[in-house]
């Protein structure tokens, strides 16, 4: 019997490995994600590209990139919480907004929540105090 739980845990590990690889190849595959990041209104465009890749280490060798990847993953980041709840670092984020003069909306949501509207209504009070 424990060999049997052993094997089937080995099994789940493998296919848990699998499926991140293909997640993280395809997502490597379709693109450079700063094109999407970028718009008309960036003084330096490219500048601001670079400066994205090198903070999200897009700029890194591929194999860096799989270990950030897995990294990230076991430290639950890429997992949806309430905001200020995880690893986010808000303020810096804000920051970075305002330091290049954002005045557009920002959209809050919840897909994974037992009272989604409270969590919001938590989200906005949170940004209000930053």
């Known amino acids: ?3 049997l739980i052993t094997w089937r ?12 690889s293909i997640v993280f190849l395809l997502s490597r595959v379709a693109g450079d ?23 999200l280490g897009l700029d890194k060798p ?4 799989y270990w950030l990847f ?14 200020g709840r995880g690893t986010v670092d808000w303020p810096e984020v804000m920051g970075l907004l305002e330091d290049h003069n954002y005045r557009g909306y920002f959209t809050l949501e919840r897909e994974q929540s037992n009272d989604p509207l409270t969590e919001i209504a938590a989200a906005v009070k949170y940004l209000r105090n930053l």
């Not at 591929?62 to 990139?65: F, S």
């Open 70 to 83: 897995v990294r990230d993953l076991a430290q639950g980041r890429g997992l949806e919480v309430a905001l």
């Open 33 to 55: 994600p700063t094109e999407l990041m970028i718009n008309e209104y960036y003084q330096d465009q490219q500048a601001e590209a670079d400066y994205i890749r090198a903070k």
């Open 9 to 20: 845990v080995f099994q789940a590990a493998v296919v848990i490995w699998a499926v991140g």
């Open 1 to 3: 019997m424990t060999r």
């Open 62 to 65: 591929l194999y860096q990139q």
